[in-house]
């Protein structure tokens, strides 16, 4: 006689605390961290000036942004993409930009249109913004890319 892993332990209920779930996402933040702390150690000294620079002329610029308008502007080329992680997270200790729980498809070929998380400006110059600018960026929908 065969039987189910179901029949040997059943799943929780549905909304049921499921310890083996709970210590999965954390282990998989804990390897996200790990990694970006890796990236960011590894990242060359030069490359993270420029790069921190980038974000914060995007920021003061645009009132929420992505990686891709970071890389956009940034005057040298990540060694590894994971690196942008890096930076972003920097970014967001140095009190530049926040997370937004909102996504937008990123504008990067390679990235194939995957979701890029949306960073809110905490440094955005909002008053010296024109305001035709302002109303372009207020249409845009939540998973729209603004044009190049």
Avoid: K
Wanted: net charge negative; aromatic share 6%.
């Amino acid at each position: 006689m065969t039987l189910s892993l179901f029949e040997i332990a059943p799943p929780p209920a549905i909304g049921e605390y499921n310890p083996n779930l709970a210590a999965q996402r954390e282990a998989a933040r804990q390897a996200r961290d790990e990694a970006i702390e890796r990236a960011d150690g590894g990242a060359d000294v030069r490359f993270m000036e420029l790069a921190l620079d980038a974000v914060r002329r995007a920021a003061e610029t645009l009132p929420e942004l992505t990686s891709d308008d970071v890389v956009a502007l940034c005057a040298m080329t990540a060694r590894e993409p994971r690196q942008w992680g890096a930076v972003m997270q920097r970014a967001r200790r140095d009190g530049i930009i926040a997370p937004l729980e909102r996504w937008r498809q990123s504008s990067n070929r390679t990235n194939h249109a995957r979701p890029m998380r949306l960073w809110r400006s905490l440094v955005f110059a909002g008053a010296d913004a024109p305001d035709d600018y302002l109303r372009e960026i207020e249409s845009y929908g939540e998973n729209a890319n603004p044009p190049r």
